[in-house]
T-cell receptor
Framework: DTEVTQTPKHLVMGMTNKKSLKCEQH?????MYWYKQKAKKPPELMFV???????INESVPSRFSPECPNSSLLNLHLHALQPEDSALYLC?????????????FGPGTRLTVT | DAKTTQPPSMDCAEGRAANLPCNHS???????VYWYRQIHSQGPQYIIH???NNETNEMASLIITEDRKSSTLILPHATLRDTAVYYC??????????????FGTGTLLAVQP
């Protein structure tokens, strides 16, 4: 199984809402990532988790709060977002964060903030 | 990580080989060349990577010049399903470098019937 799953596929939320994005993989990977992709732009790294610990935060605003409850799950908690946060949020995983091998990406969650 | 330069778009006829160039003139000796692609509204998909030697897998071939300043991704028999944005990424792995992908703007490959 080389699949990374993400739920929900689509999410519409107001600026005062709290919501969460979920990512799951069962490949035994110990590194997991969140990327943000605006329309017609390349993906941009947000966070890296290595062995369930946050290892990189690319200066992401605190209204985005990642969580890695176990080695298979990665969440992104959203609170008080702005309309400019509307984007495709991609999750990825790899064997570790220190190897030359590929990252496997999920299909993404398309987020619209109203 | 070294910066890459790719043409913004290319066309290819179905069934023909697609040759996608990437310039990485500032690449250093410990940096790998990776290729990913992103089909519309999907997550990026790994294609291939290499350090110095040419590489081939079931999806594509990667040709790296001897001076390593440029590379070409070859899709031998392009199909309509290969229409996607192709990203060339250069990154180092030695010294404990984190598996961090810095995507450039990529090349939109349009395969024509």
């Amino acid at each position: 199984d080389t699949e990374v799953t993400q739920t929900p596929k689509h999410l519409v939320m107001g600026m005062t809402n709290k919501k969460s994005l979920k990512c799951e993989q069962h490949m035994g990977h110990r590194a997991m990532y969140w990327y943000k992709q605006k329309a017609k732009k390349p993906p941009e790294l947000m966070f890296v988790y290595s062995y369930e610990k946050l290892s990189i935060n690319e200066s992401v605003p605190s209204r985005f709060s990642p969580e890695c409850p176990n080695s298979s799950l990665l969440n992104l908690h959203l609170h008080a977002l702005q309309p400019e946060d509307s984007a495709l949020y991609l999750c990825a995983s790899s064997q570790t964060d220190r190897d030359p091998y590929e990252q496997y990406f999920g299909p993404g969650t398309r987020l619209t903030v109203t | 990580d070294a910066k890459t330069t790719q043409p913004p778009s290319m066309d290819c006829a179905e069934g023909r080989a697609a040759n996608l160039p990437c310039n990485h003139s500032t690449i250093s000796g410990n940096e790998y060349v990776y290729w990913y692609r992103q089909i519309h509204s999907q997550g990026p998909q790994y294609i291939i990577h290499g350090l110095k030697n040419n590489e081939t897998n079931e999806m594509a071939s990667l040709i790296i010049t001897e001076d390593r300043k440029s590379s070409t991704l070859i899709l031998p028999h392009a199909t309509l399903r290969d229409t996607a944005v192709y990203y060339c990424i250069v990154r180092a792995l030695e010294g404990g470098a984190t598996n961090k992908l810095i995507f450039g703007t990529g090349t939109l490959l349009a395969v024509q019937p």
